[in-house]
């Protein structure tokens, strides 16, 4: 059933007379028609795992397959089947938009008709029409990757790979390409995307691989990730930092996993069932004990927390 | 599911044809939104024409001949060896603009690409002749030989930045930084060009950099080009060297070797380069 898998690929790469293991053992498996994400921080591996996937590089050791078909022996079978948009957008900047996809068309040797007849569509269904006779180069950053995305489904691929697809966009921009990715998604189409965001997972992945220093840590559908974590975080910031130690030990009696300290180091969060009744107890206990607080709240877990809770260290640490 | 859809090319030679041209057709269409490429190759070419002509013609002295018949053979060989530079800047944008890893995931020839900048770059380099022919001819500069050997002249300079193109686009994807292949080029071909035959007779040249010019393959390609098109003053011959006695020889034999090693070597290179 599983349609994308790698087994054990390891990439090396020496920088500045330093070993840098981009890839440290990663396996993954993607079953047909469902959409895996790749969460982890910068440096993770998430755009070695896609470059190795889509014959960009050689690992230096694994195996990777798509459909049956090998990945490191039979590249030019698995370029007729994927689509691809990259961590940066690849688009001729020097070209129009319509440019860039018919020609994209005729390298996938479609033909001249139908390549332009592709460019056509997609400029329509990617809602670039007033954009598409201009070069790339005067456009916003949403409209370059609109373009680079719609350059990955000319073929109308089977499979998809989506390195990082909303980085650097708007809110707005980001919610309009999520939804162009549900859509295709509905569509039966296997894709394989990367994130540094748990939100974007979350609304796309069927299921999820949080990646860290070149391996999977951690694996399942956001919900599972989200148990394991604790679903729900207590956050509460200290005025005095004499009170740090205090507060975290009378917090983890409330709370369902480890509290963590943020940067600042007064304050101080944990997972917890009922975020709002401990919120209240927590409120409460501290006033009791007369540890003032700047601020108090609840929010979702981040990938900071889900990192805290998964490896025991922080994902500034893992880019540094 | 909409159906993927399908090739309708299936030899490699009809696709490295295909490619080959879709690849040509990006670099021309670029060329036209360029206006940076249009001076380079059409306004720079015809000042340097101008400016060398009316700046040396007075100064140098080419015993039996006049110095404008001497000088355009040398313009030729300079120009269209400095505009290489760009087939190596070109690709080293490419990869910094990701649009090679776009090609390098299409399921298209692997040569396509350096195909379409070798050959974009031919489009320039014979524009570029053909208005420093003109230009030439507007001031006096005449053609002194049959027309098949002014057409072998011209064919020679073409194929030779043809060939040099090859070269500067494996550097290009080598040094990875337009800025660097564009300063150290100009470090390393003015020089190269200047320690040469174009602009005045080696003989005139100083000991060590007479000898250089003498040995210098672009001297030979100037000897050739200047006896082809019937330019070569009566009192100044070909240089002592045998590579200016065998112009001809000199320039074919550097030619087959650029293409026969940088062909490969660029290929080869290509199907393992990434952006970042
Ligand atoms: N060409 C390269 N040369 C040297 N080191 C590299 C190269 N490519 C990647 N690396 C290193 O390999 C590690 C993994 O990089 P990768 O790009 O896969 O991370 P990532 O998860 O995509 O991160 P980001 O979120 O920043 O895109 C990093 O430490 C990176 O510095
Ligand atoms: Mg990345």
């Known amino acids: 059933m599983s349609f994308i898998q790698a087994n054990d690929l390891i990439k090396t790469y020496s920088a500045n007379k330093r070993i840098v293991k981009a890839l440290d053992g990663l396996s993954l498996d993607v079953p047909k028609g469902t959409v895996k994400g790749l969460l982890g921080p910068n440096g993770a591996g998430k755009t070695t795992t896609v470059k190795v996937l889509t014959t960009l590089i050689n690992p230096d050791s694994g195996t990777a397959s798509i459909d049956g078909v090998d990945v490191l022996k039979e590249p030019e079978a698995i370029k007729r089947m994927i689509g691809v948009s990259g961590q940066y957008a690849a688009v001729d900047q020097k070209l129009t938009g319509y440019e860039n996809l018919e020609m994209v068309g005729r390298l996938y040797h479609l033909g001249a008709k139908r390549a332009k007849q592709r460019a056509t569509e997609l400029i329509e269904m990617f809602d670039l029409v007033e954009a598409a006779n201009r070069p790339v180069k005067g456009f916003s950053g949403g409209m370059r990757r609109r373009i680079d995305l719609a350059g990955a489904l000319v073929i109308n691929p089977p499979v998809l790979f989506l390195d990082e697809p909303t980085t650097g966009l708007d809110p707005r921009s980001r919610l309009g390409l999520w939804k162009v990715i549900k859509d295709l998604v509905s569509d039966g189409t296997t894709v394989l995307l990367t994130t540094q965001y748990l939100e974007e997972a979350d609304q796309l992945a069927d299921s999820i691989a949080v990646i860290d220093q070149g391996k999977v840590i951690a694996e399942g559908t956001s919900d599972e990730l989200k148990m394991q974590i604790g679903g729900q975080r207590v956050e509460l910031s200290l005025v005095r930092l004499e009170d740090v130690e205090k507060g975290k030990s009378l917090l983890a009696g409330m709370a369902q996993g480890d509290v963590s300290v943020g940067n600042d180091g007064r304050t101080i969060s944990a997972p917890v069932d009922n975020a709002a009744a401990t919120l209240q107890q927590a409120l409460k206990t501290f006033a009791e004990e007369s540890i003032e607080l700047n601020d108090a709240g609840m929010r979702r877990p981040t990938l900071d927390d889900v990192f805290m809770e998964l490896t025991g260290h922080k994902t500034e640490d893992v880019s540094a | ?276």
Request: glycine share 6%; no cysteine.
């Open chain 2, 1 to 276: 599911m909409s159906s993927v859809l399908k090739p309708t090319i299936e030899s490699t030679i009809a696709k490295t044809v295909s490619d080959g041209w879709i690849a040509t057709r990006r670099n021309i269409y670029k060329l036209r939104r360029d206006p940076e490429i249009f001076v380079f190759s059409l306004i720079q070419p015809i000042m340097f024409v101008l400016l060398f002509n009316y700046v040396f013609a007075g100064a140098i002295q080419v015993e039996g001949g006049d110095y404008t018949q001497f000088l355009m053979a040398g313009i030729f060989a300079q120009t269209i060896v400095l505009s290489s530079t760009y087939s190596g800047s070109a690709m080293a944008q490419d990869l910094k603009d990701g649009i090679i890893d776009r090609f390098r995931t299409l399921p298209m020839s692997s040569a396509a690409v350096l195909i379409g900048r070798t050959f974009g770059d031919l489009v320039i380099n014979a524009s570029s002749l053909i208005v420093m022919m003109i230009t030439g001819f507007v001031i006096g500069w005449r053609i002194n030989s049959s027309i098949p050997e002014a057409a072998l002249g011209i064919l020679l300079l073409l194929f030779f930045s043809y060939a040099f193109s090859w070269v500067m686009a494996l550097i290009g994807m080598s040094v990875r930084s337009p800025e660097i292949i564009n300063n150290v080029s100009f470090l390393v071909l003015f020089p190269l060009t200047f320690l040469s035959n174009a602009f005045v007779p080696s003989e005139t040249l100083p000991g060590p950099l007479r000898v250089f010019a003498e040995w210098n393959p672009v001297s030979a390609l100037i000897q050739s080009t200047r006896e082809l098109f019937g330019n070569v003053p009566a009192g100044i011959p070909a240089g002592d060297s045998w590579l200016q006695q065998n112009p001809l020889t000199t320039v074919f034999a550097a030619l087959v070797l650029m293409l026969v090693v940088f062909i490969p070597l660029s290929i080869r290179k290509f199907k393992s380069i990434s952006s970042r």
